[in-house]
């Protein structure tokens, strides 16, 4: 069959969502939002996109990007998503093909890309271009429906023990700093968590119209572990365009507030607060080696989904410069 490859365009967006949503339907995504995303980009961060069109029809797309949270100028992500059928005649070869020829301007020395560790067809077409496993995600949901927050009276009890309050947002919204707390908070554990690379905060503002200015922001499921005045944990969801879903987003506490179960009664709080509101289920993803959140999650009754590969490929550069960069 014959198909034409073009840039994408801003008119685009509805078609790719489409798509997008069709191949990942756990995990949807609006025009809107990534138009959002697209406009919150640092200018470093690279992203260009292709689609492929069969007359009218959008078959498949392409796109080259770098993440917002850990930035490196020769390290890209590649992705490619086909319609299911129109896979198997040659498109995503192509796409792929017109991705990395576009990326030769940019010098990478490392593409990565992520893909379920049950799509066998994505793993052999990776493996064919180079790719190797690089970090596991495991995946895994959570009934908040059935959830019991009274199963763990004794966690957040132990926590009320040390003197540690668990506040919402809008318990601590006339609190004129409450946001640069937050922030800082914010970025601390993030640069603790498991990553493939360092972590870069982005501005306070940004961070602000990304996070509090988001549609998905949901001020009460943002929940904040307070050692007096100070702020040392935070486990929060986000609303999802799939009813009945919220996003995990970030748990964690501080350093020195580890191991003494304050990361446990933070979720059990949240957990709780999401059922409340009538939420029914949430997914999470963890870094395989995060042994202590992948243990709370399945404590607190998370079971496990197939996990994400993160693929990897060294480029223009030997294996031990892409490591080392």
């Keep these: 069959m014959s198909w034409t490859i073009r840039d994408f365009v801003d ?3 509805e078609a790719w969502a ?3 949503n069709a191949v990942f339907p756990d995990w949807t995504e609006s025009a809107a939002e990534r138009r959002r995303a697209d406009r919150l980009r640092e200018p470093q961060h690279k992203v260009r996109r292709w689609v492929a069109e069969g007359g009218a029809a959008l078959l498949g797309t392409g796109c080259y990007y770098q993440e917002t949270w850990g930035y490196h100028p020769r390290k ?5 998503i086909v319609r299911e059928d129109r896979r198997r005649q040659g498109l995503g070869a192509a796409l792929y093909d017109t991705v990395v020829a576009a990326l030769a301007e940019h010098e990478p020395i490392l593409l990565r890309g992520m893909l379920r560790e049950d799509w066998e067809a994505s793993r052999r077409f990776a493996a064919a271009r180079g790719y190797a496993p690089g970090m596991r995600v495991e995946e895994s949901v959570c009934d908040i429906a059935s959830f019991d927050p009274s199963a763990y009276a004794a966690d957040l009890a132990r926590a009320s023990e040390q003197g540690i309050a668990i506040r ?3 318990e601590l919204e006339n609190r004129p700093d409450w946001q640069e707390k937050m922030y800082a908070l914010a970025q601390q554990l993030l640069a603790d968590m498991p990553r493939t690379e360092l972590h870069v905060p982005p ?3 940004l961070w602000r119209e990304r996070s509090l200015g988001s549609p998905r922001f949901l001020p009460e499921l943002n929940l904040i572990a307070l050692d007096g005045e100070r702020f040392v944990g935070i486990s929060n969801f986000w609303r999802n ?6 996003g995990t987003g970030l748990t964690g506490v501080l350093g020195e507030y580890r191991r003494r179960g304050l990361a446990t009664a933070l979720k059990v709080r949240a957990l709780g607060a999401a059922k409340a509101a009538g939420y029914k289920e949430t997914r ?3 870094a395989a080696e995060n042994a202590g959140m992948l243990g709370i999650n399945r404590r607190l ?3 496990p989904l197939p996990a994400w590969l993160e693929m990897e490929k060294p480029v223009g550069a030997d294996e031990g410069e892409a490591a080392r960069a």
Excluded: K, Q
């Design 301 to 303: 009754g998370f079971t």
């Design 168 to 170: 919402s947002l809008p």
């Design 203 to 205: 501005p306070f503002e």
């Design 284 to 286: 999470t993803w963890n």
């Design 76 to 80: 890209f992500y590649v992705e490619v």
């Design 241 to 246: 365009e799939i009813p009945g879903r919220v």
């Design 18 to 20: 489409e798509l997008h």
């Design 11 to 13: 008119a685009d967006f």
